[in-house]
């Protein structure tokens, strides 16, 4: 079973700092002209995809980043694309609603690039103790500037525990631009048997939305809410920012470097917030014994919305699909399976006595003529999860997570819910439609 350990990587002096991003940013551009290449062959419908001449490619960028590292970047290019070929073919069978994309590019010079690169398992060494440290292999033009010979490989300092120990696993080495921050990703296979807390049977639903922007319900009893309205006003004055500059613009001008660096700061935290949650949000499912986990299906559900600041919160802000695909890839890691149903009506559903036609939701409350009145999010994920497993016990005393910039944390108060809503705003609330949950648009910018 595959379990991640993760640390921080510390260059010890400004100019093994220098050397660490330049051999992070040629591993982007080895990555884009790779992916440029078979793009085109593909754009072409070349029967020879695969002959593209990625041997010159690997010649051009292993006096930084060495051989083996090298061809662990052409080797993951290359995972991903048959990753999207298999997609693509399933697509055509009609068993994915939605169309694929091919690999995309790891950014550019100007608009910034996504520093990260790969290292084979045999090719690096962390030492934990005293002074912990990882050894990574780095091209002979770089160990020339830091006067290495031959035989030496880069050390860097790096902080933290592993959680985990057994057979060590492909290195993911990538900088967090908003916490200026290089992070190590190590997977490693663990023998089930060696497990501090090996999978049970217990099932979890997720309901993903705006102001909250995941309610999680266990069949254990418990209730996670990690809320976003914070996150999401940061988002809005930092797109209030870009929008002013625009405007000093001339015609000619559609950007400058203050808009972009506007842009890649606003979509990096929120990925930083995004990944956070997800790590969080696993790491308690598997503590509490889950194997699977339900997410809502979004087919159909991706609509234009009537109001202004629900279309941006659900097509700019969380950007659904890509955090169901970094769900996914975590979950695979904890051994967790993710399966997508349909959650109509869970979000207007009370749980007391079944009601879905007179209930109202407004904002974070849902009321029921019944007399039941509970937090909306909530309620959907608990009545997502009976939908999927007749089990579920009582629940406990839910657990509201608030994100303080670098990590989610516990908040003791509830947000307090307002359940006193009229008819009249019960019919104009355009997200009370019948088509179940907001489902969050796909954007990356």
Known sequence: MKRTNRFDVRPRSAKEREVFVRWLDASASLWNETNYARRQAFLEDDESFWDADTGSLEGKYKGVLSSSVAQQIIRKNSEAWRSFFSSNEKYHAGKLDEKPSPPGYWGNEDDGRLLR???RNDQYTIQFGKYSRLEVPIGSELKNELGLNRNQRLRVEVAGEPKWSGEQGRLELVYDETADTFRAYQPVTVDSSRLDSPLASEEAALDVGANNLVACTTTTGSQYLYEGRELFERFRETTEQIA???????DQHKSS????????KRTNRRKHAQNTLVRDLVERLYDE?????????????????????INSKTHNFWAYRRFINRLEDMCEEYGIRVEEESEAWTSQECPECGEREETIRHEDSLACPCGFEGHADLVASESFLRQQNNTVGSMARPVYLKWNKHSWREHHSPPSIAVEAT???????????????????????
Request: charged share 20%; net charge negative.
């Open 117 to 119: 690169t790969y290292v």
């Open 244 to 250: 002013y500059y625009q405007s000093l613009l001339e």
């Open 257 to 264: 470097k203050r808009i972009d660096r506007l842009y890649r």
């Open 289 to 309: 014994g889950v194997s699977t986990l339900y997410v809502g299906d979004i087919k159909g559900v991706l609509s234009t919305h009537w109001s202004p600041v």
């Open 423 to 445: 008819a009249n705003e019960a019919y104009t609330d355009q997200s009370t439609a019948s088509s179940g949950n907001i489902a969050l648009g796909d954007s990356d910018d």
